[in-house]
Structure formats: C-alpha cells, structure tokens
C-alpha cells in the first residue's frame, strides 16, 4: 500500500472515529475524555507533531548550507535568491487578487444574519522594518533555539557561502554537511512512515471537537474560501507550472499528496516542511541546491492559501459592517497581504493575527476577526495545504529555470515512494 493510501486511511478512520465520539457524545463520559481523547490521542497528536518539528531546524541548516555551498561555487545565489523571491511574491498576489475578484462575485458578507462574534485581541503584527531588520540573526544559536526560521536561513546560506570559499578547511566541513544530509533524509523517511498514525490521531480530535453550526451560518464565506484555494490549486498552479516548464501537473500535484496531507493535518507548513523538502528532491526531482533553498524560504514566506482567506476575509468583513472599499483599498489590500505572507509564522493559525494588519491598512475593524475565528481551524488545514504546494511549485520552476530539475526523477511514479515500513 503506498504512503498515500494509508494517510488517507488514517485520516478517514479518525475523522469517523472522532466524528462518532462527538455524535454519541462519548466526550462527555470522563473515561474516555480523559484517557482517551486527552490522553492516548492528544498525547498521539502531539508526539507525531514533535517528531517533524525536531528535526525542522537542523535539516534547514544542514540542507541548506550543502545547497549554498554549491550554489557559491557557480555564483548563482543571488539570482536564485532574486528568482524565488520574486515568484512567491507575484503567487501571493495572484492569490489574493483571485480571492478578492471571486468574493466581490459571491459577496460573502451581504445578507448574513446575526453571528455570535469571539472576542478577539490582536496580538501586535510585527512592522515592515522589524520584519526586514528580523531576517539576520545576531545569535544563531538563539535563533536556532526559538526556530526563528528566517535567521536560520540566513545564516545557513552565509555559512555556506564560507564553507565554500575557505579552501580545503571548508571541503573538510562540507564533507561532514553532506553526509548528515543524507542521515537527515533517511531520519525523515522514519518518522514519514508513522505518518497514518500521527493523522489518525489529529483527525480524532478535530472530529470530536469541530463543530458544523458555525459552517453553516458563515456558509458563503466558508466555501468562497473554499472554492478560491482550489482554483489557485488546480488553476494557477498547473498553469504557471505548465508555462515555465512544460511539465505535467497532474503529476505535480500527485507527488505532492503527502506534504498535502501534512499540512492539512497538522495546519503547519512549518511542521510539513520536512516532508515538503523529501518530497521535492526525491519525487520532484529538484536539486538540493535549489530545494534546500527554495523550499524552506517558501514554507516561511510564502503563504498562498493564507492570502486567500485575507482577501475574502476583508470583503466578507467590509460588507458586514456596511464599510464600502475603493479600487486603491484593494490594491491596498493586494499589497498588504502578499507583504503580511512573508511576516507570517508557519504555524496554526497565525493568518489570523496578520489580518489584523491588512484590516487595518484599508480601515477595518481588527474586531472583525472575532466573526470568522469559529470556522477558521478548518480552512486553516485546507490553506496550509495549498501553501506547501505553492512551495513545491516555485521551488520546481526555478529548478526547470536552473537546470536543477531532473526530469526523469519526476516523470518516475515510484521515484522516491515511500512503502511499507522497512523499504
Ligand atoms: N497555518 C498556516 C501555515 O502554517 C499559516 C496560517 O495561515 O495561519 O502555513
């Protein structure tokens, strides 16, 4: 049975298992509460999450500063860099000018009827400066420690720039990089293979927990956002893809079920990006030079699905409070979401807290995200997995751009599959 087929079960059996616990109400029974959902399967949950972030930091480090040691040597790093750069800022923005051509459309905030809003207190967004000031780390341990990615990604590409450029001491050092990349790789196979389990339990819980009366009443809102992450998914994807590469997407976007699947449980791109990063160098075919680079970068600063629901979001609040927005506070909004994306954490739910900040540029009320907060968990999971396909995306375009793409891996179904435990 491949990976796939066996998360899928996983996910399956636990939404139905969760689902039940909470239509026969079993939750409220302090056995099973307390043993089972809080304990065998929160306990679960946490354990696979803990596996994939442990090993985020050093696979960044060590990937990455392998990939910028050879990038160093042919002295591409900056239009890489340039590159990447460039293409998820302009997915972003196609994102959410997707996303708020379709709610002018739909007009998701017209016509709803009295939500219960939460109280909600933003948590300060960060500025610009200090979001540009952020990116160089003045410990790296410290930022290694607090998994302040963007730091760590900065400091891996200079010290691989220096592994580089130091003569046989930096070859030595490289040497010993190279060889806990490939340990790495293999550390990442293990833990994939506990996936199904790890899914399993994180479904028990959303099905115990989520409940569908919020869906309904926000109903247009709900499958606006719905409907405009799967367009970006199997529209603009496929078709940047198609363009910059003359690959197949369909192929694409079926070597990416398993970080797909990730994400949506786990609604982390950070916590993903291990799978993310196996994903597109073994299946894609991606170099790690450029993978090592693309893919990290992308899981913090790309954030398409996120821009998604910012887009829709502000429409949906603006009309609820009767604000009217011009054509600038849209173009306001484009700019803010696509810049709000990069100071975006990788985490559950941090959408949220940057929305306070497009809000605010166009004269919302922050409030406003108090109304949305009850059906978020859900399209957090189903954004997320957009964004990590978004990752993978630009990482195989700037690959095909480079020459780093190695087509015969990605046209291999099985290259890179992962199996039964044991292959
Ligand atoms: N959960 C998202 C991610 O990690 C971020 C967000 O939209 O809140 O990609």
Known sequence: MTLTTRILIGMALGLACGALL??????????????????LIAGGGEIFLRLLRMMVVPLVLISLTCGAASLGATGKVGRLGGKTIGLYLLTTAVAVS?????????????????????????KEAPGIKNTLVNIFPDNPIKAMADGRM????????????????????????????????????????????????GVFCLMVTLGATVGLAEITKLGVYFFTVVFALLLHMTLVYPTFLRVFTGLNPLTYLRKMREPMLVAFSTSSSGATLPVTLRTVEQRVGVSNNVASFAVPLGAT???????????????????????????EDYLLVI????????????????????????????????????LIIGVDRLLDMMRTAVNVTGDGMVATVVASSEDALDRDTFRDKHAGAVYAAGN
Do not use: C
């Open 22 to 39: 909470q239509w026969l109400a079993l939750q409220e029974s302090h056995f099973l509460n307390v043993y089972f959902l809080h304990g």
């Open 150 to 197: 963007l730091q760590v990604i900065m400091f891996a590409i200079l010290l691989g720039l220096a592994l580089n450029a130091a003569g046989s001491a930096g070859q030595r050092i490289l040497a010993v990089f190279e060889d806990l990349n490939e340990i790495f790789m293999k550390l990442i196979t293990m833990v994939i293979h506990v996936t199904p389990y």
């Open 98 to 122: 997707l996303a708020l051509s379709l709610a002018l459309v739909v007009d998701p905030g017209l016509g709803v009827g009295e939500v219960e809003s939460e109280v909600y207190t933003a």
């Open 335 to 370: 700019l803010t979401a696509t810049l709000a994306s990069i100071g975006t954490a990788a985490v559950p739910g941090v959408g949220l807290i940057m929305l306070t900040m497009v809000l605010d540029q166009v004269g919302l009320p922050a409030a406003g995200v108090g």
């Open 301 to 327: 600063i790309n954030m398409d699905g996120t821009a998604i629901m910012q887009g829709v979001a502000t429409v949906f609040i603006a009309q609820f409070f009767g604000i009217g927005l011009s054509a």
